[in-house]
């Protein structure tokens, strides 16, 4: 039975991840955590050949004690660069790769993002440290050989149950029965990702390492314009709601960031000055999908997997999404609170 280790498995894309390889009972899988009480690790310390290691994921004493009986044949890395920041993202994720090269792990798979600053050829508009942190880790990796241990990156995007917190609508304060989407997309489309899937093309990738060797899969649901996307809320709930295309001073003064200033990456020193705030995290973030830059293989991710959940229609219709807020993001519930607000005001 191959042993999996997962960074970031109890998070919102780390259950489905263990979830999709703990299924059958092929996999034997551990999950490190700082806290091995929360609900997240109760629940998935229920499922059949995970074992929970505690210990904090960005500290090396931690790492080499998952590391330590050389029995790890594969690493599923998802860093959280909400929490640590766009510098340490980019040094742990290298650290890690280094780490599981030394302890003779077989497949590396990197939880990765888009590199947006590159994508817009560096002008600052895009910039967005959550994005870029993972997309320069990725620019690492892709460098390195496959021999003797391989890599595979899935670059993902927004999750599609961000409709039901970062996403969702909100009443219209001057007509409450109107649900109202905002965001500063303008005509864009924006790539989402429902997290099922997602654990499914991990587990893809466990299960084909020489298919996945040396691939960086950018995976999504649809890319989506919210004008579509609220048309067919409107469809299938029967609800009066609208798209509004806000500006960025628009959308940083709603609330959805209790704190814009704040810097992103708060478990760190948030005196270091390369850390990003809220409000230029964000702005690069939603340039980027306004601007159109990244591109999806949707024929190949039909061929990976024939089954997956093709569109936004298609997910709303699974799950029966009526807009109501229901959480999603573990960091939501804990410290990101300080300064992530979720109800924006129109
Ligand atoms: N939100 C999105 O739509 C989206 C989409 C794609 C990618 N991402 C990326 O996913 C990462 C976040 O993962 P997630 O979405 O699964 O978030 P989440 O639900 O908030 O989970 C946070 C995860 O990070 C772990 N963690 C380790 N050290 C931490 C620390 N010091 N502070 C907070 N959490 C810590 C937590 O583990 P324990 O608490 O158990 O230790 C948990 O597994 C970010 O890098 C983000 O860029 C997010």
Redesign the pocket.
């Known amino acids: 039975m191959k042993t999996i280790l997962v960074i970031?498995?109890?998070?919102?894309?780390?259950i489905p991840v263990v979830k999709a390889l703990s299924s059958d009972s092929q996999y034997a899988i551990r999950v490190l955590?700082?806290?091995p009480t929360?609900p997240?690790?109760t629940q998935l310390s229920a499922l059949p050949n995970v074992t929970l290691i505690q210990g904090?994921?960005?500290s090396e004493p931690t790492l080499r004690h998952a590391l330590r009986d050389g029995a790890i044949d594969t690493i599923f890395a998802?860093?959280?660069?909400?929490?640590?920041g766009e510098k340490a993202e980019i040094y742990w994720g290298i650290r890690l790769y280094e780490l599981a090269r030394e302890y003779r792990v077989r497949h590396f798979i990197y939880a990765g993002?888009e590199y947006a600053s590159k994508l817009g050829g560096f002008d600052p508009k895009y910039r967005c440290g959550?994005l870029d942190a993972k997309g320069k880790v990725v620019e690492f990796l892709s460098a390195q050989p496959t021999t003797p241990m391989t890599w595979s990156v899935l670059t993902?995007?927004?999750?599609v149950e961000?409709l039901t917190e970062f996403l969702r609508p909100v009443p219209d304060p001057k007509d409450p029965g109107l649900l109202v989407f905002a965001v500063p997309l303008g005509q864009g489309k924006c790539p989402l990702i429902y997290l099922e899937d997602y654990g499914r093309y991990v587990r893809w990738m466990v299960d084909h390492p020489g298919d996945s060797s040396g691939l960086v899969l950018h995976v999504a649901t649809e890319d989506i314009g919210w004008g579509e996307l609220v048309e067919t809320f409107r469809e299938l709930t029967g609800k009066r709601a609208v798209y509004r295309d806000v500006s960025l001073e628009e959308y940083f003064s709603s609330g959805i960031f209790r704190i814009p200033e704040a810097k992103v990456g708060r478990?760190m020193d948030s005196g270091d000055d390369t850390l990003v705030t809220y409000r230029e995290n964000f702005s690069g973030f939603w340039n980027t999908w306004k601007d159109d830059l990244t591109k999806r293989d949707y024929a190949l991710l039909d061929r990976i997997l024939p089954t997956r959940v093709k569109s936004i229609r298609e997910w709303m219709e699974l799950v029966g999404y009526t807009g109501k807020h229901a959480p999603v993001?573990?960091?939501?519930q804990g410290k990101a609170k300080e300064v992530v607000e979720q109800r924006v005001v129109v």
């Open positions: 970031g498995g109890t998070g919102a894309q780390g955590t700082r806290d929360s997240e690790s904090n994921t960005y998802n860093t959280n660069g909400f929490a640590i993002l959550h993902s995007c927004m999750y961000a478990a993001l573990k960091d939501y």
